[in-house]
């Protein structure tokens, strides 16, 4: 086989990339690890900025989103029982954001490439990447048959995440790590009740943290924040539902609808950057570059504004012949997603409690305050919400 661009990773990321290129006349293989139905059985956040939105309406995929996702003009942030309101619109210059799921949106990536005659190869194994130093990069697997395969292309792109062979491919003295643990996980429960709020509500309490979002306007996401030794199998509906009402402020507790779980998960707390996300022709996106903790809905965000950069820099390389427009990647990527990742990491550490010492939870709960009810701090917190703006590619 040959193509342009092999993509290695059938995610949103991946799918995204795929058809933008197939759109511009660039040629892409996608191969996947998995099933389609495991792909879309992965439950993640759904909360995409403006950026992504426009990159999926330029992609051609953005029919049903228009359609039924729910557009939020601003969050809200619950502190020891007091609601405090972000309005984004008011401090982003009129930006916005959008609530729809990351499932919903794979779904709607996969039907689009379905539509075409663009080749996507799932159930693979064996995935090497070879020669991305060279002007012949190809990339060997095997089929599900057990046939093996090669395809010979100008370029990979590595959107297999953070245990895909992408990154690894990078020798491990050119890789640079970055890694932050947290000491505390992220219990979600997805149910098909009524959200509470018609906005997503950020709280501290007294028993710890909690998140109040949906994915549409029947089918709710719950989170509260648990120690790394919690174990899902021990967590009832019923035990979920009593430890979320515990920290809800009591004047919307009686509004919080209970309903049988459709899925539980402890999602572990991590920042995690490498660098560079380039070597050669391989480019890294996504999860296999950088992880960031859920707080403020960046993971998807981040992987939405590698492809952007990749994107753009292939239509130098084929439309305008700009082969050099390649070394630009890693540097344009990596300036957003420290911004980023700041971002996460200080909403995570303004909204948990990650220490006893009784100085820094002062120094905490005035930040809170600060951030939540001066213009100046508004306008720092909806900001970055919404999404930085993308750089130019030259």
């Known amino acids: 086989m040959k193509t342009q661009v092999a993509i290695i990773g059938s995610g949103p990321s991946g799918l995204l990339l795929g058809q933008l290129l197939h759109n ?13 139905e495991h792909v879309l059985g992965r439950i993640r956040a759904g ?103 090669r395809i010979d292309c100008d370029y990979v792109a590595g959107c297999d995440g953070f245990h895909g062979v992408s990154r690894k491919t990078i020798p491990e003295h050119l890789r640079t790590e970055h890694e932050k643990i947290y000491n505390v996980g992220w219990l979600g429960m997805l149910s098909d009740t009524p959200p509470i709020s018609d906005e997503l509500i950020y709280g501290t309490s007294d028993k710890g943290f909690f998140l109040c979002s949906m994915r549409s306007e029947t089918r709710s996401r719950y989170y509260v924040d648990v120690s790394m030794d919690e174990k899902v199998e021990d967590w009832s509906d019923d035990r ?23 899925e539980k998960s402890i999602a572990p707390l991590r920042s995690f950057i490498t660098e560079p996300m380039q070597y050669g022709r391989l480019f890294l996106v996504g999860d296999a570059a950088h992880i960031v903790p859920p707080t403020g809905a960046k993971g998807l965000n981040l992987a939405s504004s ?89």
């Open 47 to 149: 909360l995409l900025e403006e950026g992504f939105v426009e990159m999926v309406r330029e992609a051609g995929v953005s029919e049903r989103m228009d359609k039924e996702g729910l557009v939020h003009d601003g969050f809200e942030v619950a502190i020891d029982g007091e609601i405090r309101r972000v309005d984004l619109k008011k401090h982003s210059g009129g930006k916005q954001v959008v609530v729809y799921g990351q499932t919903e949106i794979t779904k709607d990536f996969m039907d689009a490439r379905d539509a075409t005659d663009a080749q996507t190869i799932y159930e693979v194994s064996n995935v090497e990447i070879h020669d991305p130093k060279t002007d012949s990069p190809y990339v060997t697997f095997t089929n599900k048959d057990g046939t093996e395969e």
């Open 240 to 262: 979920f539902w009593k430890e979320l009402k515990s920290r809800l402020p009591e004047s919307i507790r009686d509004n919080l609808v209970t309903g049988p779980s459709l």
């Open 306 to 394: 590698d492809v952007n950069y990749l994107y753009r820099i292939m239509l130098k390389v084929y439309k305008e012949n700009k082969p050099e427009a390649i070394e630009q990647y890693s540097k344009l990527c990596l300036k957003r997603i420290w911004k980023a990742e700041h971002f996460s990491w200080w909403m995570t550490n303004m909204l948990h409690k990650l220490s006893d010492n009784t100085f820094e939870l002062g120094v905490q709960k005035s930040e809170l305050d600060y951030f939540t009810s001066t213009e100046t701090g508004l306008k720092v917190v909806a900001e970055n919400y919404v999404g930085l703006p993308y750089d130019e590619v030259e």
């Open 24 to 36: 511009a006349g660039i040629d892409n293989i996608i191969i996947e690890r998995v099933t389609p």
